[in-house]
């Protein structure tokens, strides 16, 4: 009764309650104004022991995503916010992504937000201000749809894992752009963000994706770059996910698609650099015949990897056997795996990679740029560590280069 009742005060509730609600989550996770608290026991405590299994408890997979786009969307930016920001820090972990045709991303740090989390451009301005280097939004669909039948996210505690078959929920084009336009002016209106970000685009990411029942991939990823593309500051072509039927053949035969999304992106906005988004069950073969493509395209980079569809043998989680993509930490030795495979054809040839799957600490993003990875994603591990993993992985990586003498990550990259 009372978790139906909390339910219903968080879903069904009077506007008041959700931004009261949200503001004291998103105050205790700020990893800013809070960080001194977070390092304590009784903060440790109060919310390991306390707090997040009465939420799991309460609110399912799905609610507590739901439920966490609300809370920081309503969390507010005030003007003098630090963006996550230390002058001090900040050489060692600024980044800039050079693709073909001398485009670039530039990154004001390497820890990234993957696409799956504001799947609709909701957050987008908050979730800068907790100190990523680039949000990434999507996937989003040409037409909005609701994706699979719920349930379709499954916590794997025991795993420290997600299985979700959400399937593409997006609310489309025409949705996610007039919420693009709004997060882009409300930048603009943050003068703090400006004097902070000097030389970086604002490091909006757009994840496409293609409707379920859509006859053709290439209307649908070609129709997302003319839509989104000049509202971003890199475009992805998630060709990855598990859960639409027949995508994940996409990586069977790239070129076709990848050279008609960069021929309308040289149209609409040549500047922009395009990723491909693939998935961390390929064999060795797969690997190469990626790479060469991806070599032998105008394609920028790559981001690796996306969810699992295997990979089940080993978890200890009764939801272990639910369709769907495996992420977090199962997934983590496999996905840097596959980044060290990838960049051994990649790298010589100046093609970034993006690393993702299964960070929780800084530890796990080291790893992936000791494989080859020019920047790191986190998503399953924020929603099992809070905000306040965006400032520890940070502060990890600082230390790390301050241990080994080097002024910025980067040269950490590819050497154990």
């Known amino acids: 009764m009372a978790a139906a009742y909390i339910r219903s005060r968080i879903f069904g509730g009077s506007r008041n309650t959700l931004v009261l609600t949200s503001a004291f989550l998103i105050s205790t996770f700020n990893p800013d104004d809070y960080a001194g608290i977070r390092s304590t026991s009784f903060y440790r405590t109060l919310s390991d022991d306390y707090a997040t299994p009465l939420l799991r408890k309460i609110l399912d997979g799905e ?23 230390d002058p001090t820090t900040s050489s060692f972990l600024s980044v800039i992504l050079t693709g073909r045709k001398s485009r670039k991303l530039s990154l004001r740090n390497c820890v990234m937000l993957s696409a799956g989390f504001d799947k609709d451009a909701e957050a987008i301005v908050p979730l800068l201000a907790a100190g990523f280097g680039a949000v990434e939004i999507g ?9 699979n039948p719920k349930p379709r996210v499954f916590r794997l505690l025991e795993d420290s894992g997600v299985i979700n078959r959400y399937g593409f929920n997006s609310s489309g084009h025409s949705a996610v752009k007039s919420n693009l336009k709004s997060s882009l002016h409300s930048l603009s209106q943050i003068r703090s963000y400006h004097s902070l970000v000097s030389g970086s685009e604002g490091s909006i990411g757009v994840n ?68 491909v988004k693939v998935g961390p069950d390929l064999n060795d073969e797969g690997i190469k015949k990626i790479s060469e493509v991806i070599i032998n395209s105008d394609v920028d980079g790559i981001i690796v990897s996306n969810t699992s569809s295997s990979l089940r043998s080993t978890l200890k989680s009764p939801h272990s056997n639910e369709k769907g993509g ?41 790893e992936k740029i000791h494989a080859g990875a020019s920047a790191v994603q986190v998503y399953t591990g924020l929603t099992y560590r809070g905000l306040g993993i965006v400032k520890e992985i940070k502060e990890g990586i600082v230390d790390e280069c301050k241990r080994k003498g080097v002024d910025n990550f980067m040269e950490l990259k590819g050497k154990e």
């Open 63 to 85: 609610q507590a995503h739901a439920f966490a786009i609300k809370a920081v969307k309503y969390a507010g930016v005030r003007d003098g916010d630090t963006f996550g920001h």
């Open 139 to 147: 996937s989003v669909t040409p037409e909005p749809q609701s994706g």
């Open 208 to 275: 496409l994706g293609k409707n379920t029942l859509s006859p053709s991939a290439v209307h649908d990823y070609t129709r997302g770059i003319r839509s989104l593309g000049p509202l971003s500051s890199y475009i992805v072509i998630n060709v990855s996910c598990p859960n639409i039927k027949n995508l994940t053949k996409l990586q069977d035969d790239l070129k076709p698609l990848l050279d008609e999304c960069c021929k309308v992106r040289d149209d609409v906005c040549e500047r922009k650099m395009i990723f």
């Open 326 to 366: 495996l992420s977090g930490t199962p997934i983590k030795n496999i996905s840097t795996k596959s980044v060290q495979k990838f960049s051994e054809y990649l790298t010589p040839k100046g093609i970034p990679i993006i690393g993702v799957g299964g960070i929780f600490n800084s530890e796990d993003a080291l």
